[in-house]
């Protein structure tokens, strides 16, 4: 039976679109808004255009969201059918279970998703913990993989980079009076933020919160993601994560912050070694982790892509 795919955007006059065997709806010619069920979870995912051209799957980190992508797939989507997931719990998508928060899962969300929509082959774009799990992807079905960009991540966690996630993610404000506050949070809190425009971020915050009950500002997260993280709480033990990203195959691109905690460049060294193709840029003055629109990191991925 055909998975029921709804897409929609605001002001314009309806049209249907094929998704493989699954129909969809949508409102204009710009971006779209969809949802699709995967794993028993309605997942939403942000469609920039191109049907008909080679995929494109941009996977956000762990507190990021689909909208973390918009710069990007700018740039992209001429040349590509560019889509942007919410991994559940996040953005738009549905909550699930505390337990079922795993890399697993989220695994098997990129399957389905990527089955649902009938793409058998695709290029993927991972920042942080959606590097993770496209290298999962990729090393479990290489004959699926064409491209894969690594967002200032790799096998290895920088302990120090790792702790210090699990210290602002986990200690974060349940809500805020404004989109302000939420921009300050940022900018306190997470290093990317500060080398943004006050546009940038203004466009980055407003994604990833949502009107509460009370009138303030909660996160669109769902709160049983950052409890494992909570100062003092016990976070899962991160995967052995260089047997799947042994058995890559597709070409790889590594796109690592000059001053990231997280990824080191001898884990990048390491990385060359054991891939069959492996390419690294730097992005000097940003940490963990880049925006990917910043001039070094949109070059290298540009010509990564083959299209400059």
């Not at 795919?5 to 971006?31: D, F, K, N, P």
């Not at 969201?65 to 989507?77: E, I, P, V």
């Not at 974060?172 to 290093?191: H, I, K, M, N, S």
């Not at 905690?261 to 390419?279: F, Y």
């Amino acid at each position: 039976m055909p998975t029921r795919i709804e897409l929609a955007t605001a002001g314009q006059r309806s049209a249907i679109v094929q998704y493989g065997a699954c129909q969809a709806r949508w409102l204009s010619a710009m971006s779209l808004s969809g949802f699709v069920t995967v794993n028993g979870l309605k997942l939403h995912f942000l469609d920039h255009g191109g049907a008909g051209k080679p995929a494109l799957v941009c996977i956000h980190g762990l507190t990021g969201n689909a909208h973390n992508f918009d710069g990007l797939a700018l740039h992209l989507a001429p040349a590509y059918h560019v889509l942007a997931l919410d991994v559940r719990g996040r953005g738009d998508s549905e909550w699930g279970p505390a337990i079922d928060y795993t890399p697993q899962n989220y695994l098997s969300d990129l399957r389905g998703f990527l089955d649902a929509l009938a793409i058998r082959r695709v290029t993927l774009i991972g920042t942080s913990m959606g590097g993770m799990i496209s290298m999962l992807f990729a090393g479990g079905h290489p004959e699926r993989v064409e491209r894969l960009v690594l967002n200032d991540i790799g096998p290895d966690l920088d302990p120090r980079g790792l702790t210090r996630i699990m210290n602002y993610v986990g200690d974060a404000p349940a809500e805020f009076d404004d989109l302000r506050a939420v921009a300050d949070y940022y900018r306190e809190t997470y290093p990317p933020a500060r080398n943004l425009s006050d546009g940038e971020l203004e466009q980055w915050v407003k994604w990833s919160v949502k009107p509460g009950p009370n009138g303030k500002l909660v996160w669109k997260m769902d709160p049983q993601v950052r409890k494992p993280l909570r100062r003092g709480g016990s976070a899962a033990r991160p995967l052995d994560m260089w047997v799947p990203f042994a058995r890559i195959t597709a070409p790889i691109l590594v796109v690592r912050g000059a001053e990231s905690d997280i990824l080191a460049p001898q884990t990048v060294a390491r990385m060359k070694t054991v891939a069959r193709e492996v390419h690294s840029v730097e992005v000097p003055g940003v940490g963990h982790a880049p925006s990917l629109t910043e001039p070094e990191a949109l070059t290298a991925i540009k010509q990564f892509l083959g299209l400059a």
